[in-house]
């Protein structure tokens, strides 16, 4: 599970434990949480230029913080940034494979909703079993802000650890 930046290690890291077949047992993952995923693009989404100015999260803001993180030379095609491209498209069947479940949260105010649609477009594709929940017209990182809208998380992992089971 992660939220933000977060729930783009968590994807990965769960792919990567997903190409470790059974030399990670004891453990079993059952799933991923993707709480707002933090994923970009070297193209620009429709939400993220109609949300350009957005007071949480400008895109000045995001372009700044994937230029501090990714490997030198990268661009926001990386991997770690756009898991539409590279090998992280690549392997998402894995998680089918496994048997896991993915859940989502998103919501409509969030520069970042095109990148996480597209993500669970894909998860869907390769047949994934696939828990979405959306909430219309809040930012990114809204449940931070007010913790009492912390509720789609609430759900979200209730509905998981459900369907895990």
Not at 22 to 47: M, S, Y
Not at 64 to 83: Q, T
Request: glycine share 10%; hydrophobic share 35%; charged share 25%.
């Amino acid at each position: 599970m992660g939220t933000d930046a977060g729930a783009n290690i968590a994807l990965h890291v769960g792919l990567r434990a997903a190409e470790c077949g059974d030399n990670l047992k004891p453990l079993q993952i059952k799933g991923l949480i993707l709480h707002q995923p933090f994923f970009g693009g070297v193209e620009r989404t429709p939400a993220e230029m109609r949300l350009a100015n957005n007071k949480i999260l400008p895109i000045e803001a995001t372009d700044l913080m994937w230029e501090l993180s990714l490997p030198a030379g990268a661009d926001r095609n990386h991997e770690y940034c756009n898991p539409m491209k590279g090998k992280v498209a690549q392997s998402l069947g894995l998680i089918k494979e496994k048997g896991w479940n993915v859940t989502t949260t998103s919501c409509g105010g969030d520069p970042l909703i095109d990148r996480q649609k597209e993500v669970e477009k894909a998860l869907e594709e390769k047949g994934v079993t696939l828990v979405s929940k959306y909430v219309d017209g809040e930012c990114h990182g809204y449940d931070l802000l007010e913790p009492s809208k912390a509720e789609l998380l609430m759900c979200a992992l209730k509905d998981t650890v459900h369907i895990s089971r």
